[in-house]
């Protein structure tokens, strides 16, 4: 049986994506489980290749003939999108240019999912500020993903050997949270993270909620009974489909060892409540993907870091995690 091929977006070109690229095309293990397929500049690519002292890349493909290589592509490669002029370009530093390069590689790897040239979408990190400033305004691939599929529902998730975590609100400020929390949304999270964890691990999962305040309300003693009134009947509505859920926990004791031993999954209300304690234990393993859509998409959990692009200093395992969970979840089985 023929291996997976995966679109893997370069990601913001000044960033540390180009590098961590490369790794993954050299990369032996990666071979033995997919073909993965770079979606970027391969001139990018070449020249970072020479300044970080990494292996440049051995096969490109124009994308001019694309449609027909694809058909029997068995190597890993690039499709040399040319989505970026290097007139002037300075790795490390945020522009329009690069922001508007990475959201092209995003569109074109969205398109391979949909017609099925590719099994599923890695991406490299893009950086927020050149997206703005390219007149992208997107706050990040997420929403980007949920537009161009025009999922129904969909929602950022984390997993890692050490913790996994699905997310109700992601990049808002804190004082929007409590207005954008409803029951059902909640419960399409829950949902949408019980068919992740059984796809991945074979079986039903056990799922925590996280509440909202401080000691979850303390029977509405802080805030405004969002755990009586929003999450709870999420809760209950998602028990009566038969799923394993527990809940709403006080937040600064639902992560401990013990709760996350048997824990499948947490679901958390806002952004910083999942990822303070996902990369304070998983930084370099976690893998973000986003549930719900009609495609399989997967990210590093990491952003585009320029202070060190180019530089031969990239960790390239959260990518090459973000692949492994890509090629299970887009096997039939899961498995």
Not at 145 to 151: H, Y
Not at 165 to 179: D, R
Not at 236 to 247: C, H, N, P, S, T
Request: hydrophobic share 45%; glycine share 8%.
């Amino acid at each position: 049986m023929s291996l997976p091929k995966l679109a893997v977006t370069m990601g913001d070109p000044a960033g540390v994506g180009p590098e961590i690229c490369l790794h993954l095309l050299a990369n032996p293990a990666i071979r033995e489980i997919c073909v993965p397929v770079i979606f970027g500049d391969a001139a990018v690519l070449v020249r970072c290749a020479r300044e970080a002292g990494i292996a440049a890349p051995q096969r490109i493909i124009a994308q001019f003939d694309w449609p027909q290589v694809i058909k029997t592509l068995d190597t890993p490669a690039v499709l040399d999108l040319h989505g970026f002029d290097q007139s002037g370009f300075m790795p490390g530093t945020v522009s329009a240019a690069t922001g508007a390069a990475a959201y092209g590689y995003v569109i074109e790897s969205i398109r391979a999912a949909q017609v099925g040239e590719v099994a599923a979408v890695v991406t490299a990190p893009m950086n927020k500020e050149a997206l703005h400033a390219a007149g992208i305004h997107y706050p990040g691939h997420t929403e980007i993903f949920a537009e161009e599929t025009q999922a129904k529902r969909s929602c950022m998730a984390f997993f890692s050997d050490e913790l996994n975590c699905s997310l109700v609100t992601v990049h808002v400020g804190y004082q929007e949270v409590p207005a954008l929390l409803s029951a059902q949304r909640i419960l399409d999270v829950i949902e949408l993270t019980a068919d992740a964890v059984r796809k991945i691990r074979g079986r039903a999962p056990k799922l925590a909620v996280c509440g909202l305040n401080p000691h979850a309300g303390e029977h509405g003693l802080f805030g405004n009974r969002e755990e009586e009134e929003i999450i709870l009947p999420a809760i209950e509505a998602a028990r009566k489909q038969g799923l394993d859920v527990i809940g709403p926990l006080p937040p600064d004791t639902a992560f401990i060892s013990s709760r996350r031993r048997c824990t499948d999954a947490f679901i958390c209300m806002y952004h910083d409540q999942a990822l303070i304690p996902l990369k304070a234990l998983a930084f370099d393993s976690a893998v973000n993907t986003t549930l719900g859509l009609p495609i399989v998409r997967t990210s590093v959990d990491h952003g585009t870091a320029c202070d060190i692009a180019w530089q031969g200093k990239a960790d390239p395992n959260s990518l090459y995690e973000a692949v492994k969970l890509a090629v299970k979840l887009s096997q039939p089985t899961g498995r």
